[in-house]
C-alpha cells in the first residue's frame, strides 16, 4: 500500500521559513522522482517543486531562488524549505509521485504566511 504523509506545515510570518516533509512507503523510494505541488483558495493546482530519482531539480519561477526541494533515500523522504515566504505561499501543499502507472498524493499539509 502506498502511502505519503506530508508534516512541517504551519503559521509564519512573512519573511520566514519553513520545511515541509514527505514520508512515503509502498514504493521504491530512490527510483522514483517526487514532486511538490501547492493548491491555494480558489485556484487550480500548481507543481512547485520536482526532484528526479537521480537528484536533479527543477522550482516554479514563482519560487526560484526562495525554495528548494531534497531527498533522503535513507528515509524514503523528501523535502521542501522554503525561506522568504510570502502571503502569497499561502496554500495546502502536496506531495506527490507516480508508481505502478498511477499517481499518488498526499492528504497534503497547510502553509499560512501572515503578520
Known amino acids: 500500500q502506498v502511502q505519503l504523509v506530508e508534516s512541517g506545515g504551519g503559521l509564519v510570518q512573512p519573511g520566514g521559513s519553513l520545511r515541509l516533509s514527505c514520508k512515503t512507503s509502498g514504493i521504491i523510494f530512490s527510483a522514483n522522482g517526487m514532486n511538490w505541488y501547492r493548491q491555494a483558495p480558489g485556484k487550480e493546482r500548481e507543481l512547485v517543486a520536482s526532484?528526479?530519482?537521480?537528484?536533479?531539480?527543477n522550482v516554479a519561477n514563482s519560487v526560484k531562488g526562495r525554495f528548494t526541494i531534497s531527498r533522503d533515500n535513507a528515509k524514503n523522504t523528501v523535502y521542501l524549505q522554503m525561506n522568504s515566504l510570502k502571503p502569497e505561499d499561502t496554500a495546502v501543499y502536496y506531495c506527490?509521485?507516480?508508481?505502478?502507472?498511477?499517481?499518488?498524493w498526499g492528504q497534503g499539509t497547510q502553509v499560512t504566511v501572515s503578520s
Open positions: 506527490n509521485t507516480f508508481s505502478g502507472y498511477r499517481y499518488y
Open positions: 526532484i528526479s530519482w537521480s537528484g536533479g531539480t
